[in-house]
């Protein structure tokens, strides 16, 4: 009998096999283990958890946008302190926001069984960073799964409610963008209700004051030795029996590369990393010749192993930076001396297109943009679509470090002095509610001259367009209060705030100037909607008319995809057109165009 036919409660019962994705199967997982409760804020790779959970029946799970990642878990706290189920998602930088929360809580525990997951991003496919949630996980003395595939993906989700209840934890389960976005077939199962325990009155375990929460932390300790003895005797720790003369310790997906570029090894699979399972670790180590660790990304296991006294081999072979691969393992077992170094692969010579990325065709941050380059000021900027606006064409954000962070860089910048002004923050309206309201706060109290431009495009975009407290819907598109900016701008204290369509470019330059003009702070919310969610936006399209065109190239500053070069050319330099198919008929570049030559198709 396999783990799966023992263990995962209603396998053989109503089962079936659907093809999911990490992050569709994560989502199955949460509503097959009776959670009532999930909370997200979006981020690739794991934006895609809390929509799928969404496709529940709402009389079986809650599932709702939060602000950010912070709130979400508290949120799930609130509702598992309750005596439910609860499940919080986000990807790995998300955590940052939420680690006080969970820091907290671990110490605390849980009443029913809390579970977060937590989407990494080797490689940076979407992401400012490729920090390793599993360091996270042992800081927080929290336990972590890791799921190799789809199946095990779904499978250790419902795993992890009984380990947070049986051991009174928060437990994390990291997914990778590999894993999250990947498709494969999946056996589902039906839902198991669990029921809802109440609220249990007990201020000395949920009050995290100095007193209760030194009497926690021995407990804490003492909780880590027991999660190990569970790793250690559970058939989630898998041993591959193969060849002696060495072994290899790995964990999640790169298991699989593993598997696929040494099927001959001896492999011990660690469905945790933290707490490591000790006596297992041990037990393998004797019975190999040779100890090497694959992991992704930093040395958590390796360095773990170590400790205890056993030599073994890693990250010398296997890159700390970046997404792993079979080439790349193959490569270090190369390195290594288990494996035929792999055959370089054959040059032909191709040199691709270079395609720096850009806004979409008729994006309202495109004008913003333009505006804040005719100003020449110093550009604080944030995380969304419009960071591209930090290479060309636009080239006009100086710094960008993490949500929410801009306005607060903009203040410093102020206090420190620059060589060069006005000084301007540039932030989303979803990241703006994230974690953009305090700094706001922070800059009024603080007297400091600032512009401040919050780009309103009605949705949070870079995700794939999903709702926010600024949007006036919920994620399942039902209708609720819809956040004004301007009342919250004039609540924190500032007293020049302007609202502007981008698409009305004279105006746009004329108020983000008489912003920049007015000392203390300002704020201008340019406010028009995205122009792919949550519907297309398609207006008449536009054409260059070609004799009239005098190759001034000053619609190529847009960085308009759907503005192109032509092959006429007029006293030597290029002219260019447009491409009606892409074009949205924003106007942006008409009104630009100095020879008045760019008109409707049907004009």
Request: glycine share 8%.
């Amino acid at each position: 009998m396999t783990y799966r036919e023992a263990n995962v409660p209603g396998f053989g019962a109503d089962t079936m096999a659907r093809p999911l994705t990490g992050n569709e199967a994560m989502a199955r997982g949460v509503w097959e283990a009776g959670v009532k409760v999930a909370a997200a804020y979006p981020g690739t790779p794991s934006t895609e958890i809390l929509e799928s959970v969404a496709t529940y029946p709402a009389s079986d799970i809650t599932a709702q946008w939060a602000v950010n990642e912070k709130v979400s878990l508290d949120v799930a706290i609130g509702a598992a302190l309750s005596g439910v189920r609860a499940m919080s998602a986000m990807k790995h930088v998300g955590l940052n926001v939420a680690s006080d929360s969970l820091m907290s809580q671990t110490y605390i525990g849980v009443h029913a069984g809390l579970v977060l997951i937590v989407c990494d991003d080797p490689g940076i496919h979407s992401s400012q960073n490729e920090q390793d949630t599993r360091l996270f996980a042992r800081l927080a003395n929290a336990p972590i799964l890791e799921p190799s595939d789809a199946q095990e993906a779904h499978d250790f989700v419902k795993i992890a409610y009984d380990i947070s209840e049986e051991f009174d934890t928060p437990v994390i389960v990291r997914s990778t963008t590999r894993l999250s976005h990947t498709r494969s077939s999946v056996t589902v199962g039906p839902r198991v209700e669990v029921e809802p325990k109440g609220f249990v009155g007990n201020p000395q375990k949920t009050v995290s004051i100095p007193a209760n929460a030194r009497r926690a932390h021995p407990k804490l300790i003492e909780r880590e030795e027991k999660l190990k003895a569970f790793f250690a005797a559970s058939p989630l720790t898998q041993v591959d029996e193969g060849t002696t003369t060495y072994g290899i310790v790995t964990h999640g997906t790169p298991y699989l590369y593993v598997k696929e570029v040494a099927p001959d090894a001896k492999v011990l699979k660690l469905a945790a990393s933290y707490p490591l399972a000790e006596e297992t670790v041990k037990a393998f180590a004797a019975s190999v010749d040779r100890l090497l660790v694959v992991e992704e990304l930093e040395p958590v296991i390796e360095e773990s192993i170590k400790a205890l006294g056993i030599p073994c081999e890693g990250k010398v072979f296997f890159p700390r930076v970046g997404e792993l691969s079979p080439e790349i393992v193959k490569a270090g077992l190369a390195a290594a001396g288990l494996a035929e170094a792999p055959a370089e692969p054959p040059s032909y010579d191709i040199n691709p297109v270079v395609r720096p990325p850009v806004l979409c065709a008729g994006c309202p941050h495109t004008a913003s943009y333009m505006a804040l380059r005719a100003v020449d000021g110093r550009v604080a900027g944030d995380i969304g679509c419009y960071t591209l606006a930090a290479v060309e064409p636009l080239r006009s954000i100086d710094t960008t470090i993490c949500m929410g962070a801009s306005i607060a860089n903009a203040v410093g910048m102020a206090m420190a002095g620059t060589n060069k002004e006005p000084i301007i923050a540039t932030i989303g309206d979803s990241t703006f509610l994230h974690s953009g309201i305090p700094p706001l706060i922070d800059a009024v109290y603080n007297k400091a001259d600032i512009t401040v431009i919050i780009l309103d495009n009605k949705i949070t975009a870079m995700t794939g367009g999903q709702h926010h407290p600024g949007t006036g819907h919920t994620l399942r598109g039902e209708k609720t209060h819809q956040v004004s900016y301007i009342d919250i701008c004039k609540a924190a204290g500032v007293e020049w705030v302007r609202k502007v369509d981008p698409y009305d470019v004279g105006t746009l330059y004329r108020t983000i100037r008489e912003a920049t003009e007015y000392k203390g702070v300002s704020v201008v919310i340019s406010e028009r909607p995205c122009v792919l969610d949550p519907v297309r936006i398609k207006g008449q399209p536009l054409k260059v008319n070609p004799e009239g065109c005098v190759a001034c190239q000053s619609c190529m500053n847009l960085g308009c995809p759907a503005i192109t070069w032509s092959d006429q050319f007029y006293e030597g330099h290029r002219k260019v057109q447009i491409d009606a198919a892409s074009c949205i008929g924003c106007t942006l570049c008409a009104q630009l165009c100095p020879s008045d030559c760019i008109q409707p198709v049907n004009a």
